[in-house]
């Protein structure tokens, strides 16, 4: 008999993780963040501790206490059992947006991790860029383990144990198979790359799990398809994404590039715009939008980083010598020859400096990944965009504000082309980011910025009608209310229950 247990995405935003078991075979539909319980409890500087292993995600909500699935490092290490087999045969990841993947840090190395090649991409790029604790996604640091002394009695700790973790890179729809069930990756336009869908089947049930999807992207083309195999497939149980089941229209990246080329060619100054780093869609928007009014689309060493992965793999999107790559001020700040360094009570000019003791110096201060990017022609500093502020388009996150201050835009614009603001701590940034374009009198262009990653209400109920499942579980909504009249067609909907934390 196949049941689903549901720790997560219920009555939420993300958080999804949810359970999929028959007699013999145990699954997860992706193991994410719950943004909404983590962010009762934490903010950026109040995390939970390593050192208490899982316990302390476990006392506050985040994570379920399940047997077999924990990795063994942090279990052993607060003095709880670790069985010598998982309890669970795999975890399906849809797309590697943190509400979905956080938390497969906390799995124990030898489950087995599906995803799609460009989710497996921008994992490796959040494991080599992220500064977060929390990150380990395709490799595994074990921690918590000692030696023995080489000289004398006692212990010493031993280094982390780098191990890879049992990555499967999924095709669109080539089967595969775990445990009991045959299953599908199915493609579908989200606001990242490498976004995807499941169909399984086993002898009882066929089961669809939308993960999240839109129809007004770059690529509907996606999503119908999956909409169509998903109907052929004939499910019993379909368990679907409900963001935005309570709106009614949708922008898209088209609307989105023709504002923007409107306002940037009224742009005097620098244009400054804020969109998420991984959505390479709204990258390629601004790309052509850049291309439109003369100007180059200047990006971030992170999302240089993730071009740079995808250039081999995406003709799609822009190759990482067709954009500006930006390089802030580290260490020392020496970012070109009008840098200055005081030594000895004497300002020198970078220029000046021994060229073996600049580069040193200018090297030393940035990580690995981005000295790589950094040897590229195309890399500028805040001086160039200081003296041609109309050649250029300059994405600048909430955490790269503080670029403005050597930058001193003057008659620029600051677009949003990003989510508005939906919990306490996103406000409270919201209007952190409306002081900052105080400072430097900024306007603020963000209405009709911004294409969601989520299909509309009349969307996902016209998807879910097409598909037409015996049973419909609604997830990653707060209104699944609105899933109550397709039951007029004849598909029974059933409001998941969260299970027990412990």
């Given at each position: 008999m196949t049941s689903i247990d549901f720790f997560g995405g219920v009555d939420e935003i993300g958080g999804n993780k949810i359970r999929v078991n028959d007699d013999e075979t145990s699954f997860f539909f992706d193991f994410g963040m719950g943004f909404s319980q983590a962010n009762d409890y934490l903010s950026e500087f109040l995390q939970p501790r390593k050192a208490n292993g899982i316990c302390d995600f476990i006392e506050l909500g985040l994570l379920p206490y399940i047997e077999g699935i924990y990795r063994e490092d942090y279990l052993r290490h607060v003095g709880l059992p670790y069985p010598s087999e998982p309890s669970v045969d795999g975890v399906l990841i849809s797309h590697s947006h943190v509400d979905?993947?956080?938390y497969v840090h906390h799995l124990r190395e030898d489950i087995p991790i599906y995803l799609?090649?460009?989710?497996?991409?921008?994992?490796?790029?959040?494991?080599?860029?992220?500064?977060?604790?929390?990150?380990?996604?395709l490799h595994l640091k074990k921690s918590f383990y000692l030696e023995p002394k080489k000289r004398g009695d006692g212990y010493m700790r031993s280094r982390a144990n780098i191990v890879d973790r049992d990555i499967h890179v999924v095709k669109p729809y080539q089967k595969f198979e775990i445990g009991n069930f045959k299953i599908k990756s199915a493609p579908v336009d989200h606001s990242l790359p490498g976004a995807t869908a499941y169909i399984g089947e086993n002898e009882e049930d066929t089961i669809v799990y939308t993960g999240d999807l839109r129809f007004h992207g770059r690529h509907p083309e996606l999503t119908n398809k999956f909409v169509k195999e998903a109907k052929k497939s004939n499910p019993t149980i379909m368990i679907s994404e409900g963001t935005r089941i309570d709106s009614q229209t949708s922008v898209n990246e088209f609307d989105i590039e023709k504002r923007a080329v409107e306002s940037v060619n009224r742009c005097q100054g620098l244009v400054v715009v804020n969109y998420p780093v991984r959505d390479l869609d709204r990258l390629l928007t601004f790309y052509k939008v850049a291309e439109d009014t003369d100007r180059k689309l200047v990006v971030s060493l992170k999302q240089a980083y993730i071009l740079n992965l995808f250039q081999e793999h995406q003709q799609e999107y822009p190759g990482i010598g067709e954009v500006m790559i930006y390089k802030p001020r580290k260490g020392w700040g020496l970012v070109g020859d009008n840098s200055f360094a005081c030594v000895d009570d004497e300002w020198l000019c970078a220029s000046t400096i021994d060229e073996d003791i600049e580069s040193a110096h200018s090297l030393r201060d940035y990580k690995k990944w981005e000295r790589k990017l950094l040897e590229n022609d195309n890399v500028l500093t805040y001086h160039d965009l200081q003296e041609n502020p109309r050649d250029y388009i300059f994405r600048c996150d909430f955490f790269e504000l503080k670029e403005l201050i050597d930058i001193k835009p003057e008659n620029g614009i600051y677009i949003k082309s990003s989510t508005e603001p939906f919990d306490d701590q996103m406000e409270i940034n919201e209007r952190k980011v409306r002081n900052w374009l105080k400072l430097f009198n900024l306007p603020l262009l963000n209405k009709c910025f911004h294409a969601s990653g989520h299909a509309n209400g009349p969307e996902i109920l016209e998807m879910i009608r097409e598909i037409h499942p015996d049973k419909l579980y609604p997830v990653h909504t707060t209104h699944k209310e609105k899933f109550l009249e397709l039951a007029d067609d004849g598909i029974e909907v059933i409001f998941p229950k969260k299970q027990e934390i412990i």
């Open positions: 979905h993947v956080a799609t090649n460009e989710s497996h991409l921008i994992l490796k790029a959040l494991e080599e860029t992220g500064a977060a604790s929390f990150s380990e996604y």
